[in-house]
């Protein structure tokens, strides 16, 4: 009997836990580009820039299936400072393309640009991405 008065409790933290991990990688993410630079510089890492606008769904499905990957994340954050930057609500730099949305970005803490590319990507192809961007830095 016991544990049926426990089951709605159990359910509960079940939904919790898992609806806070979906939203957990929401905050790695800066949105502020020339904080992202200052962050690069004092931790010596480049910066992944995803560039993307509010009703794009090919961006909201990127978001959904890619980068809400714990795995995907790890890898990112390894190595690169995560900044999204939408067009229609964030200051984006001039030097950098906002039409064809999802587009990706690749730069040093110089802000000299090494890798780009655009589209959707699934989770193979974002490893993908992050490989050429890798080659292209050497």
């Known amino acids: 009997m016991r544990?049926?008065?426990?089951?709605?409790?159990?359910?509960?933290?079940?939904?919790?836990?898992?609806?806070?991990?979906l939203y957990s990688n929401e905050a790695i993410?800066?949105?502020?580009?020339?904080?992202?630079?200052?962050?690069?510089k004092k931790e010596h890492k480049d910066i992944y820039l995803?560039?993307?606008?509010?009703?794009?769904?090919?961006?909201?499905k990127y978001?959904?299936?890619?980068?809400?990957?714990d795995a995907v994340m790890?890898?990112?954050t390894r190595d690169y400072i995560p900044v999204y930057l939408s067009?229609?609500?964030?200051?984006?730099?001039?030097?950098?393309?906002?039409?064809?949305?999802?587009?990706h970005y690749?730069?040093?803490a110089n802000e000299e640009v090494y890798f780009s590319t655009q589209g959707l990507l699934e989770i193979a192809g974002f490893y993908t991405m992050?490989?050429?961007?890798e080659l292209s830095k050497e």
């Open 63 to 69: 978001k959904k299936h890619t980068l809400s990957d």
């Open 130 to 133: 992050l490989d050429e961007a």
């Open 3 to 21: 544990d049926k008065k426990l089951l709605p409790i159990k359910l509960l933290m079940l939904t919790l836990i898992f609806c806070s991990s």
């Open 50 to 60: 995803f560039i993307g606008a509010d009703i794009c769904n090919f961006c909201k």
């Open 87 to 103: 067009r229609d609500q964030h200051l984006i730099p001039d030097h950098f393309e906002t039409y064809g949305v999802p587009r």
């Open 74 to 76: 790890r890898r990112l």
């Open 106 to 108: 690749f730069l040093q």
């Open 29 to 40: 993410w800066l949105h502020d580009y020339d904080q992202a630079i200052q962050k690069a």
